[in-house]
């Protein structure tokens, strides 16, 4: 059994059906990618995976290790191992992202019954990670995303998984709003958890995000269902031809 | 020197008054009978400005719904409580007193109890350097009352509100502070006031006087609380006069116990290039009502009046501000944040007024609501009321419930729903308690509030 197996998802929102039917199996390690059209369900989605309010799944099942993720609440999907990197993370005025940082490392420790974490142990953790994905440490003392730029939220949230080591990330976006120099610092972030602990889905709508992370598969979301899978050289097909060819073959 | 303002009439500020009466008597013969003499009683001009409260007391009674600034609290409760002056209390067990006490390290603690000066528990404040004096309000009164006779009723008129006539009729015992010009007090300053009936529900009103000279700096906290029991009815006032140049920090807790009726007023004058910084804490009490007003008197003289109030239970608080550009390039800051819980009312009523020579005058105020279900109201009552062409005033209020989108990106993280409903509110109240510039006060505002927050009933009240 793979890692992760979405088995004929199909989930609605307001009583619309988005997603139509998605079968998809990840197994430990890879990566794969998700590219659509805006507004084919690429969002729907990443929020189902991580357990957000207001998805009606009315058929299929999703299976995480083997247990249904379905059935979970958000929390405890999050401490049982899977990340969602917003799209746009939310400001929040008044909580410290280092408070943040800290409740969710602890609520992660305690699951694995763990102490928690000893404050200078957790400043030099956060140093370091900080460090490494440019983040100026000073970022941290600030309301959590409050009047970051689009690139330092990005950044936030790869530290946030970097953190919280997950064992399936789920990306939506993260490309969205980052200049070149972002996008750089962002996607080696991401390249330096690639482990084959940790399964990624990354989910786009350029292929420019995927040069920089390259993924082992690339999927194709379109109304809602998944019109065709393939390798790396997919992403480049469509970046070519665009998505023209299957919104025709949906329409017809 | 402070000018002499006795004699010479304030600049003429329409104010809310307690207006039309509506039938109660307050504080009956009874009690200012029991009341006896006060401090100062001997000295003709406070003796006619008690009388002058207490005739006004008798006159309107206790204002009701048809008085504008009463429209949305209700003073029922207090009318219908047979209070007794405080000074007659004699049982009062204050061995819980430590656990509830919200101290402010470092500082100057000047302790009251029932309104009653404790230099028991008091810190040694004589000596604290040249140019500052903390002296007990009576001892001032009885010895020598005419050093208060520019400040005294002069800033809070008894005319002016219920809450003032209230306090002027029947002010015993308090704290006058007093700094000479271009004195800087490190040390903050904190006054205690703490409420304990015993068996008989009690009332008091302690006074505190607070003049800084021309280029002096202190910071006064004024904590308010009380130990569990029969109601008490705190009824303290606190009438400042900044000199040019002069910066308060001035920041209130209200922290009462949950029978207890806070009926509280600051009233403010701020000379040219003065700082008014100021904060206002309301967590408990049954029935909280904070009134400030500010005059911004000088040119350049600057306010900020921020507060936040978290209320559950049953709890009533009331917010009522009013600031007064008297001249130009005067600015005010105001930011109050409430969240309510439980069965809760909060009230925010809150003028700007800005005269006709208040040119280039900058005012904001903002007023936001958080509301933790269903039960709670919120009534939000800004006025802007501007005389002069050139000035930036703005305000706004919102009330709403939490957002699901930040609860869910909370618990996306890990963290359970109750504890990412206790950051997000914590969060909320953060954001304006963050603000308040002085360390020490800043972080006891934040302990209280984390405090508050750990009563975990207030938040799971939020799913249902």
Redesign the interface.
Known sequence: MAFIEIKNLHVSVDGKEILKGINLAMNGGEVHAIMGPNGTGKSTLSYVLAGRDGYEVTQGTVLFDGKSLLEMEADERARAGVFLAFQYPMEIPGVATSTFLKAALNAKRREQGLAEIDAIEFLNLIKSKTKDLEIPYEMIKRPLNVGFSGGEKKRAEVLQMSLLDPRFAVLDETDSGLDIDALKVVSSGVNALRSPDRTFLIITHYQRLLSYIVPDYVHVLVGGRIVESGDKSLAELLEAEGYARFEENEAA | MLASKRTKRLKAVKTMTAGKLDGKMAFDDTYANAVGALPGANESWVDRLRQTSRAILGAHGIPGPKTEAWKYTSLNAVANTPFIPATKVDDVDLSSLPLVAPFLENAIKVVFINGVFRRDLSDEFDGLGVGVAITPFADVLNTSPNSLKDVLGVFMEPGESFTAAMNTGFMEQGAVIHLSSDVQLEQPIQLISIGASGSVPCAFHPRFEIVLEAGALATVVESHFGLPGQPYLSNPASEILLGERAILNHYITASDDSDAFHLGRTAVSVEKNAKYDSFILSLGGGLVRREIKVRLEGDSAAATVDGAYGLSGNQHSDILSEILHLAPETVSNQMVKGVLAGDTRGVFQGRIYVARDAQRTNGRQLHKALLLNRGPEVDCKPELEIYADDVQCAHGATTGEM????I??????????T??RA??V??????VV?SISDEPARKLVLKMVKTWLAKQEILTIGET
């Open positions: 957002d699901p989108g930040h869910f990106y909370l618990m996306s993280r890990g963290i359970d729903e504890a990412a950051l997000l914590e969060g909320f109240l953060d954001d963050l």
